[in-house]
């Protein structure tokens, strides 16, 4: 099975087939979010190679399987142990802003998951550890190496999910202040400190995620999830 990890996104691989070159794309909102083990760089220095790379393939590879799972969550990319995903970049036209982070905040909440009940057993510890950041806003998108070709997206908005991740606390999703009001109806929050973003001179109002309200009084189903 090929992951939406290892392919190009749909409007990208559509154009390099035609033999095109993929022009540059503004994207009015998109929702990101970045994950990233607790204490890794300590966890690495003391435990094998072996163990390291086990322990990311079977991380990775079980939140890939999830991501597969919904219609449109991308992974862009893993440097080291940060993991970073967006919604959105194939149904600009069809879902709404709404939609694509219903999609990532149901997606955290799995990822919260996965790691709860990690198979640790070849590891120098017994369990792990992730933060999480999600935000929303625009986006601009563009294949930099067409020998190579990997799709990235640039601006504030990636930089600022970013920082919602490192100032997340352990097991704990942390969601921007505009990327909260979009779900609000269906999802419960707690105030979190706003966050200092960008030349840390600006302040985002920030949240924790709780969970799921038992009854959602929005229109926006959970179901961007694939059949």
Known sequence: MLHRTSVCMKFVADVMK???????????????????????????????????????????????????????????????????????????????DKDHVVSIVECAQRFIDIVRSLDMSDQITDHVQIRVGIHVGPAVGGVANMAMPKYSLFGDTVTITGQMEQTSRPMEIHVSGPACDLVKDIFEFDVSESVPVLDMKQRMPAWWLLHKKARSSGGASSGNAAQ
Request: charged share 20%.
């Open 18 to 96: 035609s033999g095109a070159s993929v022009e540059p794309k503004h994207f009015k909102s998109l929702a990101f979010l970045t994950a990233d083990i607790v204490s890794f760089t300590n966890l690495s220095s003391k435990s094998s190679a072996k163990q390291v790379v086990a322990l990311l393939n079977r991380l990775y590879s079980q939140m890939d399987d999830v991501i597969d799972s919904f219609e449109d969550i991308y992974k862009l990319e893993t440097i080291g142990d940060a993991y970073n995903i967006v919604s959105g970049l194939n149904t600009q036209d069809t879902l709404s």
